[in-house]
């Protein structure tokens, strides 16, 4: 037989505690009750550990209860759960409650049903706890808290707006005081996550506040975010926002009248505009004042005209006296070169024309004219103010989306005559056109999900892992144990047999050892073995073996023997 290590024997290892408690416990598992058994158990375990990952693996999603709740109420929301027997976890890092989506409604309706949350105290639960006796100091106090109150509740109603709260700031009206601040507020919100605010509804806020509050002014209203980010504008809109505003208006508006006209013709994607609108905000206002010619006319007249020669008969007049009453001398007669006149002769009578005129002078006396006349001229005020906005110069430029066939020079007139007409375009103006069809670059390709970022994703993670665990626990250790357990039947199936051939295989098994130990009596140099000191037939034999044991290993021959000595006597031997 070939040489075999000395077993050790369990006694010797009763010192050690650590090994005999591993050798009590592979005897206990080693009694045949036990060993039948153990099969059935590591199934069971397996079938345990796979129930045990399914359950934590195959949790669904969780879902927040409610956001921005106080303590207090989310001490009565979790006992309320837990009565009701709704498993909820709470968030270590934020504090939030949460349940598994498929229990979200029910939790719900329980919580409803209990009353909770709590909602916040409003104006008129201040009020109503208004204590009596309350001096005016005290109930002018909780008034403006009541009216904070209220106005937080009624700006929480916004989509965007997770909480609010309203600090007003106003004296209270005195007669003492000569000079009052005016009043004014501030509105701190907390937003959603991911939400903001448009300044559209920052501006209703703003007025929402100013309205309620008797003496309050928008313009004194402040309104900030939970990032310290001030949402409302001092004043209102600034001029240049306005401008701004409104030339993004205008701009909007041709660049929506050119799409509606090429949309029909060349496709939503077929083409690409911008409008540059240069708007006049001069505030201009002239005053011309003018007296148009030929524009006179008599707004007054006074006076009038006499005539002292009326019936032929001249008035009376001159100077009193002999000279007066004289009769007139003769008239002279002056002539001209080359003409004769004859000379009057004294009391003779005048010719009739000389006599006619006389007496026409006569019957015509003098004349006197006085008036006082008042002209109204023509007097024109003109104001002319140009409106602020005006448009000064227009820019279009449009490109067209330029397909497998090349446009037409005639296409491209008509496309040009066609826009023009529709953002109203004047040369004299200085407007400015440019239309051009070019080739468009490729649109980059939409960026599609990832795979682990779909929503089918976490169940299969889940039901997978779940999966693989389970046939873990099964094929490693289910599996071997039923292995195991069908070759400890088929060897318990073969015991009888190997009973009964046992006395044949034992006297084969000495005839050889002896065979072998006769053979090392005879030859010292032959390498003895435990099993050949014990198939010795004699005393003598087995003593000369030992004796060539001993000689070729000294050091195994006193291992022996020393456990020979523990077993005998334990703990006599160290």
């Given at each position: 037989m070939s040489d075999t290590t000395l077993p050790v024997p369990v006694a010797?290892?009763?010192?050690?505690?650590?090994?005999?408690?591993?050798?009590?416990?592979?005897g206990f598992a080693r009694q045949p009750a036990v060993?039948?058994?153990?099969?059935?158990?590591?199934i069971a375990g397996a079938i345990l550990i796979a129930l045990l990952a399914w359950t934590s693996f195959a949790k669904g999603p969780q879902r927040d209860l409610f956001a921005g709740l106080s303590d207090q109420d989310k001490a009565s929301v979790a006992d309320t759960l837990k009565s009701s027997g709704v498993a909820y976890t709470l968030d270590r890092d934020s504090g939030t409650l949460t349940v598994n989506e498929n229990d979200y409604y029910r939790a719900k309706m329980v919580l409803a049903q209990a009353g909770l949350p709590k909602s916040a105290p409003d104006g008129d639960a201040m009020i109503s706890s208004l204590p009596m006796g309350a001096s005016r100091a005290v109930e002018g106090e909780r008034l403006r808290g009541a009216r904070e109150l209220d106005l937080a509740r009624t700006i929480e109603?916004?989509?965007?707006v997770a909480a609010a709260k309203v600090h007003l700031a106003a004296e209270q009206p005195s007669v003492f005081v000569r000079d009052q601040a005016p009043a004014s507020a501030s509105v701190m919100l907390t937003l959603r996550q991911g939400r903001a605010l448009s300044d559209g509804q920052v501006s209703a806020i703003v007025n929402l506040v100013g309205s309620s509050v008797p003496g309050l002014s928008p313009d004194n209203v402040s309104v900030v975010d939970q990032a310290g980010h001030l949402l409302s504008r001092k004043g209102g809109d600034s001029t240049t926002d306005r401008q701004i505003d409104l030339q993004s208006q205008t701009e909007q508006r041709y660049m929506d009248a050119i799409a509606k006209l090429l949309t029909p013709l060349v496709g939503a994607d077929g083409f690409t505009t911008e409008v540059h609108a240069d708007l006049d905000f001069a505030e201009t206002q002239a005053t011309r004042e003018s007296f148009p010619k030929d524009s006179g006319v008599v707004a007054a007249e006074k006076?009038?005209?006499?005539?002292n020669g009326a019936n032929g008969n001249p008035a009376p007049g001159g100077i009193p006296g002999a000279i007066a009453n004289s009769p007139p001398t003769a008239a002279q007669v002056s002539t001209m070169p080359n003409q004769?006149?004859?000379?009057?002769v004294p009391g003779a009578t005048a010719p009739a024309t000389a006599q006619a005129g006389t007496t026409a002078a006569a019957a015509q006396g003098k004349t006197s004219e006085q008036y006082d006349r008042t002209f109204q001229l023509g007097h024109e005020v003109s104001v002319t103010k140009n409106p602020v906005g005006s448009l000064k110069r227009l820019s279009v430029a449009v490109a067209l989306k330029q397909g497998a066939k090349p446009r037409g020079v005639a296409e491209m007139q008509q496309i040009e005559q066609l826009l023009k007409g529709a953002v109203g375009f004047d040369q004299?103006?200085?407007?400015?056109?440019?239309l051009s069809s070019r080739a468009f670059a490729d649109a980059a390709p939409e960026l599609k999900a990832k795979w682990y970022e779909a929503s089918w994703t976490p169940v299969a993670a889940r039901n997978g892992t779940a999966l693989i665990i389970a046939s873990l626990a099964f094929f490693g250790i289910a599996r071997p144990l039923l292995t195991r357990k069908a070759k400890a039947d088929a060897s318990a199936a073969a015991a009888p047999a190997a009973i009964e051939n046992a006395p044949a295989k034992a006297f084969l098994g000495n005839q050889i050892a002896a065979a072998l130990a006769d053979e090392a009596v005879n030859n010292p140099e032959k390498r003895v073995t435990l099993d050949m000191i014990e198939a010795a037939p004699g005393y003598a034999d087995r003593a000369a073996l030992i004796r060539n044991f001993v000689r070729q290993d000294p050091d195994r021959a006193a291992l022996v023997v020393r456990d020979l000595i523990r077993a005998d006597m334990p703990g006599g031997a160290e």
């Open positions: 010797a290892t009763a010192g050690a505690t650590p090994n005999a408690m591993l050798e009590r416990v592979r060993a039948k058994s153990l099969p059935f158990v590591g109603q916004i989509d965007a006076g009038g005209w006499e005539n004769t006149t004859t000379p009057a004299q103006r200085g407007d400015q056109f440019a």
